[in-house]
């Protein structure tokens, strides 16, 4: 006894770790398989241990007085499961037992159950609202520990102790459902899901699920569903109007294009705005290709499509949008924009399943520009004057019509799903054909995943593969802006001339038996005119993307409290693209008229590793619970890469080896023949780059009963960008606080849920690679190019620091849904280029300076209208305000602005202190002191009344939306479902240097109504001081819509209400047959402008970079998308 | 209970193994971080030292940095030889006197960020007592560049320039002119110092890297004292006496001025780059035509080099655009252009001062008694003769009857597309040189050859014209100028200061505009060489 009362003694001793642990486990679920034979009568229970002891090895742990109560046991069983045999001795006792590790403890049974005798069985199946069963429900008795979860086929049986209960029904992005027994055996339950932002669980940093009411922050998910729904060929424009908070900014450059997302406002005056991609919780690269997008108003290059919009959205299982620095505090630098948090697809135990959709749409083109159908083109001898200020014709052909196509998009994707409990694999294949509304813009994607996951050693050890493959080709990817753009040259076109001879004859063959434009215009002008057809077919470009993403984690629990995963991934990208200038395109592009080619070729490779350790303190018996992570992280990115180009040789033979390498020498009269110089090679720069981010961290959270959750993080980087100044590392810590009232204090019965919350983080943000480290160059000619750069050796990282408050509501039992977040970032150490004047020999240097403030408030309100059988209606609105300030630029060295974009074609984005991030400054029109145009000339024919221009250029606007509002509703009648979304952006203004062109040209419909009405009404003034009422039309026009004109005339509105998506869905009954579901939809984006005041899109942006927003130079416009999608379920 | 106890010691020194392994794998292992941050791509300091001779050329070619907004739409403008047709902002712009600062900056920025700093880089590695040779050249580049900036804006920062990032004084014009002859003092010195050892015989210390005169010192020592001749003239209003020494040192340096077009200096290109002329003109798609005034006198004097210079108007005549006009009225694309079909092609260098300038230089100084070449006043005739000569030797034809043309002059101008633009001649000078002439008309004949043989140097001809009022131009035909308007009759004389100076060097370019004095920073105040007063 003595050795057993010492064992007994470790055995509490060992318990109390265990409890604490957390590692209970009721009931006798898990107990090992063990067989026992026993032969007992009327014998004690403590006999029965004694002996069940020596042949199962179990440890049994009691207080003996409790045993007093219990019956004698009699029993005869031969080789029985010992759960089963403890079933049995249990039974009408009034103590039960749970087993934790090798111990069974006994404790005494809640006191309602001790009396109890009459049983009941309930059952029945949990569907979802399609009729699919769900499997995997927790089906819980309310107010007790009994429970049960439904099957495969979402079918549960549960024995409660009478009829009076009621039975919770809950599972992870569903509504819980409460039905009462009421003596019924049978209930039936059909689960809605979840509306997005409210699910119970979601995924946060480094791919850690934490429990939504734990959260100091927002977070916004969205499913599968919403991403799918409407197909776009860049999945991150199916997230436009259905997140607070977040901005999404298509490019106007066709099938492929880049988006941009800002999440909370831009922030970052010099470095990246655009949030860190993250798939299951690695971190993903999101870059587009070597020639990049323009960066000034002037265009010339192609965008070749952003990292983000290769995945197959297929395969995405859900999104986090975590918008905060709290929330990505953990993933440090680059996640002070904001985190996407993408989780894909994996296999699920259970029946195999193959699920194909296949999506069919049409674009075109949402608006065009107005013209004019009455002054044809502007007569006279003057070669190259294409303008449309001629005499009056009798209406006009479309010309566009004879460009623009429809572009479609077709989509097929097919995806294998099976498994078991051990393993499951996730295979799918999509194939993406999209062309664009202009001819020869083509998108060809295919995307291979396989995902693997598995359960080793008693499910200890869970490991997770994936590999991806990318293949994307875009074709002539629109150029913006003025060069080589089709568009300029399409809508300038004389009015009244008929542009499809041009068209259905764009070469001219010449005696050189090389092709020639046939154009009305050749290589002259200042609007570098190319034919809209020549272009297209004559100047293609071509991109070509390889993408390879491997992912592959390990995961091992020691104990319950404690487990560690390893996770590594590579990315690797690698563009190709060449853009070919046959002999007869512009001279701009062709020097020499043999042609010209420009090819790149990058890879860009990032390998992540990161080592989690997933701890629990154990603390059973407290009301306290402390839970954590710790781990490290390195992520290498690399570029490498070249361009090459150049003019050709033999013309229209497009070949590097055809490229001329060598200018040739000169040999001029008067002059040293010896100078002959050589170019070395036709190799420009792509700089390649290699940085290493290494990170330690850790986040600890603590809880109080649960109704109280504060959580700690911080992370310190090292950064090898930061070497040569004194310190490459830097911490940054964030805390945060979230109050469950409704645990806390009994509220009214109509407050289902209410939370308080409330973070503060600061998020570090290295600088790029080489700065800190200044080098010579050699020029073109192999010349020593000295760098006069100044060394910045005192940079810091840059740092964002980010308040957060807010809360969540639900009412009505969960019906109404309300969440309410207050932020405020300020980014500071940005490094800002500084310009100092030439003068002190160098040309720049860096600093970190400058503090640029968002703040904002977000909201979701969502209202669950209708819920029953056959008809249900969901209506949410989300809303967010953003008010950026820049407090500073650089005072410190007396620079207060920073040129985002400089001035080009007469417009400039700029940050300006006390002023917003993107601010565009423009010329205005001269008014004098009563706001009376000022005009020059004295209205004769040789000096007709001319607008001026201000003497600087002035604040007219910025892009970004005051306001945003998005309404969201989704309605199922039995089994059709109706979903719509209409979204506004409220605030803001554009400028459309297009609008100038035309007027200058006199093609535009402003410019026919003001030569009907006899001229341009204005309220002016001449140099004399009289009133002018009327200018010239032509003089006016062209004056203010000159390239560099008064662009300030072309500022617009940039609010604009549209349907932007609508589907209307039916799912096939299907009875016996292969198939499990069919379901067809017709959907719609971009459907209706309700209010849209700019001749084009607002939304819309030339580059997804920081500069060029709200700017339209000949962009592609917007297109409206009309798709009917396919999904069927095997 | 034993097992218990012995698999937890076990599970712990797991995780203990793993959390080593993250502290010693993940950071701290920070060694590789500086090599990470090295730019492959880019010149080590080893690198750097083996190809510095190679700098030089990228200096020289930045005398034309941004050549059209730096030079073409501003000084070649107004000196007469340049107009465009393109309606650049508006029809706004330099060419009626509506200053463009983002234009015009770039004449005063770039040199100093493509030329006095990588000098300042060539000084910091020790050049100047290292390789006093190797100084001398870039001290002479430096000078032909930084002239040029003097001469658009006044005052600049140049003696302590590089000596602070926020706040770099300005010089009055008088100092950067002394500074430049001292500059100059040393380059004659070193350089002579080097071609005089016979050690260094048959040396060419920076070779090919030099795209002016392949490293041949001879010719640099040529050149160094010509820069010197032409500096000293342009004083000759404000301190005579300056640059009378000034103009005899250099006339009677041992190692000569630039004699015969063989010892032109001329920029060649390299890489990529194309001559600016052919750019503006030919790339640009006719953005450089002939100024009326060119036009004008090339017809008058029936010029054998106008077919060099010119590709003619569409009616053969040299006609070109008269400055500042609406080109927005008319095909101006069809009138006179420069010739950059044969003459001023892709590749052909670009000239900074040519053997022919040097004797109109010399004609002046005979002309004002100063002992020239030889130590004695030379004949001003001859010089003036053998400039025309030497530049219609420069551009391969032959000068036939001109020399003894006395009675051709400019020619009215007829704008054939608005007659509005019309004018007639304003000079009555001609070619044949007369003994019993005024000075003043001497003067007149002097400079306005030297015009005609310096193009298309605009840079140098504007200042020429600011000096001496010769040639008569053609006033700006609309003159859009503001705040104050430009008195067009005595024309534009200097270029206001850039506005990147008014953001980062503010106190400093205040102080430049007390030192410039005038009406201030404006086109109407005359820089400190610019004496409002007779030439003789």
Not at chain 1, 727 to 748: C, D, E, H, K, R
Not at chain 1, 1031 to 1052: C, K
Request: glycine share 10%; proline share 5%.
């Amino acid at each position: 006894m003595p050795r057993i009362q010492h064992n007994i003694l470790l055995t509490m001793k060992l318990t109390v770790v265990l409890l604490i642990a957390g590692i209970l486990q009721v009931g006798a679920a898990t107990t090992s398989a063990q067989n026992v034979n026993l032969s007992v009568k009327e014998v004690s229970l403590k006999k029965v241990f004694k002996e069940l002891r020596q042949q199962t090895g179990y440890n049994f742990l009691y207080n003996s007085k409790m045993l007093n109560e219990t019956l004698p046991v009699s029993m005869s069983v031969k080789d029985m499961p010992f759960n089963q045999v403890l079933e049995k001795c249990f039974s009408n006792q009034p103590v039960t037992y749970v087993i934790a590790e090798n111990t069974v403890i006994i404790k005494r049974k809640p006191s309602v159950a001790v009396s109890v005798v009459q049983q009941i069985t309930v059952s029945g199946s949990v569907k979802d609202i399609k009729g699919e069963p769900i499997p995997g429900v927790t089906v819980k008795l309310k107010g007790t520990g009994t429970g049960t979860v439904t099957d495969t086929e979402g079918k549960f049986q549960l024995t409660v102790p009478d009829a009076n209960g009621t039975l919770v029904f809950s599972f992870i992005g569903f509504q819980t459902e409460e039905r009462a027994i009421s003596g019924g055996t049978t209930i039936n339950v059909v689960l809605k899901e979840q509306a997005a932002g409210l699910g119970e669980v979601v995924v946060t940093a480094l791919g850690v699920k934490r429990s939504e009411q734990s959260l100091a922050y927002s977070t916004q998910q969205i499913s599968t569903e919403q991403v799918n729904q409407v197909k776009t060929d860049n999945l991150m424009n199916a997230l436009s109007g259905k997140v607070a908070g977040l901005t999404i900014a298509p490019s106007a450059s066709g099938v492929g294009g880049s988006t941009k997302v800002i999440l909370r406002g831009s922030r970052s005056a010099n470095g990246n705005n655009q949030p860190l991609y993250v798939v299951d919780g690695v971190p993903i690269l999101n870059s587009g290709n070597a020639t990049m997008q323009p960066n000034g108003t002037f265009g010339g290059s192609s965008d070749g499509g952003d990292g983000i919009s290769n995945l197959n959205p297929e395969d995405i299982a859900g999104i986090s949008v975590l918008e905060g620095a709290s929330a990505a505090a953990l993933y440090g630098s680059l996640a002070q924009n904001g985190v996407i948090l993408i989780t894909t697809k994996k296999g699920k135990a259970g029946k195999a399943a193959i699920d194909f959709s296949s999506g069919y749409s049409i674009d075109h083109t949402a608006y065009r520009p107005k013209f004019q159908n009455q002054y044809g083109q502007t007569p006279g001898p003057v070669t190259g004057d294409v303008t449309s200020w001629g005499p009056s014709i009798s209406g006009a052909p479309d010309n566009l019509k004879a460009f623009f196509q429809n572009g479609t998009n077709f989509t097929n994707a097919v995806s294998l799903s099976s498994g078991s409990e051990i393993s499951q694999t996730y295979l799918s294949y999509a194939n993406t054909y999209a062309t664009g509304v202009e001819p020869g813009n083509k998108l060809k994607r295919n995307n291979f995943t396989l995902r693997e996951t598995g359960n080793f050693l008693n499910n200890k050890l869970t490991v997770d593969g994936s590999a991806n493959y990318i293949n994307q080709i875009v074709d002539n990817s629109p150029q913006l802006g003025i060069y080589s753009n089709p568009l300029l040259s399409l809508y300038t076109f004389p009015r009244g001339a008929d542009i499809l001879p041009y068209k259905n004859q764009y070469l001219n063959p010449d005696a050189t038996g090389f092709d020639r434009q046939n154009w009305l215009v050749n290589n002259t002008g200042d609007f570098h005119q190319d034919s809209p057809w020549w272009i297209v077919n004559r100047e293609p470009n071509v991109s070509q993307r390889n993408r390879l993403l491997l992912n592959g984690t390990a995961k091992y629990e020691f104990a319950k409290w404690l487990s560690i995963q390893v996770r590594g991934s590579l990315d690797r990208i690698t563009d190709d693209f060449e853009q070919d200038f046959y002999s007869g395109s512009n001279s701009l592009y062709n020097s020499n008229g043999n042609g010209a080619m420009k090819v790149s070729n990058q890879t860009l490779t990032q390998k992540y590793g990161d080592l989690l350790v997933n701890f629990t303190v154990p603390l059973q018996h407290s009301d306290f619970k402390i839970s954590g992570v710790l781990g490290g992280s390195i992520t290498d990115t690399e570029l490498n890469g070249y361009t090459l180009g150049g003019n050709l040789s033999t013309p229209d033979f497009f070949t590097l080896a055809n490229t001329i390498v060598t200018p040739a020498g000169q040999v001029a009269p008067s002059t040293n023949p010896t100078n002959v110089s050589q170019s070395t090679s036709n190799a420009n720069g792509i700089s390649p780059s290699h940085s290493q981010l290494q990170a330690l961290f850790g986040n600890v959270d603590f809880s109080y009963k649960n109704w109280a959750y504060l959580t700690l993080t911080g992370r310190n980087d090292w950064s090898s960008n930061l070497s040569y100044t004194p310190n490459v590392s830097y911490f940054y810590p964030s805390a945060g606080l979230s109050l469950i009232l409704t645990q806390m204090f009994t509220l009214p019965t109509e407050i289902s849920y209410a939370k308080l919350r409330g973070t503060y983080a600061q998020v570090g943000n290295t600088i790029p690679p080489y700065l800190t480290n200044p080098q010579n160059t050699q020029g073109a000619g192999g010349a020593l190019i000295f760098n006069t750069s100044v060394a910045p050796h005192t940079l810091k990282p840059e740092k964002t620091h980010s308040t957060e408050i807010g809360t969540d509501l639900r009412f009505f039992d969960n019906k109404l849904t309300f969440s309410f977040t207050y932020y405020k970032t300020n980014t500071l150490n940005q490094y800002v280029p500084v310009n100092y004047s030439a003068p002190s020999l160098v040309t720049t240097g860096y600093v970190n300076a400058g503090n640029i403030q968002n703040s904002g408030i977000e909201f979701t309100l969502g209202y669950d209208v209708l819920h029953s059988a056959d008809l249900t209606w969901n209506t949410s609105f989300n809303g967010a305000m953003n008010k950026n300030k820049i407090i500073d630029v650089d005072s410190r060295d007396n620079i207060n602005v920073f040129y985002l974009t400089n001035d080009g074609n007469g417009y400039q984005s700029e940050l300006v202190k006390g002023g917003s991030y993107g601010d565009i400054y423009a010329y205005n029109i001269l008014r004098d002191g009563q706001g009376r145009v000022v005009l020059g000339g004295d209205g004769t024919a040789g000096h007709p009344y001319t607008p001026q221009k201000t003497s600087t250029q002035q604040l007219v606007g910025n892009a970004a939306p005051k306001f945003q509002l998005g309404w969201s509703n989704s309605l199922s009648y039995q089994r059709f479902t109706f979903n719509f979304l209409i979204d506004g952006k409220f605030g803001g203004n554009v400028m459309s240097v297009t609008q100038g062109f035309l007027d200058e040209s006199g093609v535009s419909d402003v410019t026919g109504q003001a030569r009907a009405q006899g001229g341009v009404k204005v309220n002016g003034v001449n140099g004399s001081g009289q009133a002018v009422s009327t200018v010239d039309p032509q003089t006016w026009y062209t004056t203010l819509g000159t390239r560099g004109g008064i662009t300030g005339a072309y500022m617009y509105s940039a609010t604009v209400v549209r349907l932007r998506e609508a589907a209307l869905g039916y799912t096939w009954p299907v009875h016996n047959s292969a198939f499990k579901s069919i379901k067809l939809a017709l959907t719609g984006r971009n459907l209706i402008y309700f209010s849209k005041k700019a001749p084009f899109d607002p939304e819309i942006a030339q580059s997804t970079g920081n500069g060029l927003s709200g700017i339209d130079v000949f962009n592609q416009p917007a297109t409206r998308n009309v798709g009917l999608n396919l999904n069927v379920n095997f | 209970m034993k097992r218990n106890l012995k698999s937890i010691p076990g599970q712990s020194g797991l995780i203990g193994i793993f959390i080593i392994a993250a502290a010693l794998i993940l950071p701290g292992c920070t060694k590789n971080f500086e090599k990470y941050n090295t730019d492959p791509t880019k010149l080590s300091a080893a690198q750097t030292v083996a190809i510095a001779a190679t700098a030089f050329g990228p200096m020289e070619q930045a005398i034309y940095s941004n050549y059209q907004i730096a030079q073409n739409l501003s000084a070649d403008a107004w000196a007469g030889y340049m107009m465009s047709p393109t309606n650049f902002r508006g029809g706004i712009n330099n060419l009626n006197y509506a200053l463009v600062d983002g234009w015009n900056s770039t004449g005063f920025n770039d040199q100093y960020k493509l030329v006095m700093a990588p000098v300042s880089k060539i000084a910091q590695a020790g050049t100047a007592t290292k390789a006093p040779d190797v100084w001398a050249v870039a001290l002479l580049i430096q000078v032909e560049a930084m002239d040029r900036v003097t001469d658009r804006f006044g005052p600049i920062p140049y003696t302590k320039a590089g000596s602070s990032l926020t706040s770099i004084p300005y010089d009055d014009q008088q100092t950067v002119y002394q500074t430049f002859f001292k500059q100059i003092d040393t380059a004659v010195i070193n350089l002579r110092a080097f071609t005089s050892n016979p050690a260094n015989a048959g040396k060419n210390p920076i070779g090919t890297g030099d795209l002016v005169y392949s490293g041949n010192y001879a010719k640099w020592q040529k050149f160094a004292n010509s820069l010197r001749l032409r500096l000293a003239m342009r004083i000759v209003k404000a301190d005579p006496t300056t640059a009378q020494q000034q103009a005899e040192k250099a006339m009677s340096d041992p190692a000569g001025l630039l004699t015969s077009p063989g010892d032109d200096a001329a920029v060649a290109q390299s890489g990529t780059r194309n001559n600016d002329l052919w750019t503006v003109t030919i790339a640009y798609n006719g953005d450089n035509h002939l100024n009326a005034a060119m036009g004008s006198y090339l017809d008058g004097f029936k010029d054998p080099r106008a077919p060099i210079y010119s590709v003619p108007a569409t009616d053969g005549t040299y006609k070109g655009i008269r400055l500042g006009i609406d080109v927005s009225k008319g095909a101006y694309k069809t009138l006179a252009s420069y010739n950059c079909l044969s003459t001023f092609t892709q590749t052909s260098p670009q000239l900074i001062m040519t053997a022919a300038e040097m004797w109109f230089l010399r004609a002046e100084a005979a002309l004002r008694h100063w002992k020239g070449v030889g130590g004695v006043v030379e004949d001003p005739q001859v010089d003036y003769e053998t400039g025309i000569t030497t530049s219609m030797q420069q551009w391969g034809v032959t000068p036939g009857t001109y020399l003894s043309d006395a009675t051709s002059k400019q020619v009215n101008y007829v704008d054939p597309i608005n007659a509005a633009n019309s004018t007639p001649a304003i000079s009555t000078i001609t070619i044949k040189w007369d003994p019993a002439a005024t000075d003043e008309q001497k003067l007149e004949r002097i400079i306005t050859q030297k015009w005609i043989a310096i193009f298309p140097d605009g840079q140098e001809a504007w200042a020429d014209y600011r000096r001496t009022g010769y040639p008569k131009l053609f006033p700006v035909a609309q003159n859009f100028s503001t705040n104050p308007v430009i008195d067009a009759t005595i024309q534009i004389r200097r270029i206001p200061y850039p506005s990147s100076e008014y953001q980062t060097n503010a106190t400093a370019v205040a102080n430049g505009i007390k030192l410039l004095g005038g009406t201030g920073d404006n086109g109407n105040s005359r820089l400190w060489w610019d004496v409002n007063k007779g030439n003789f």
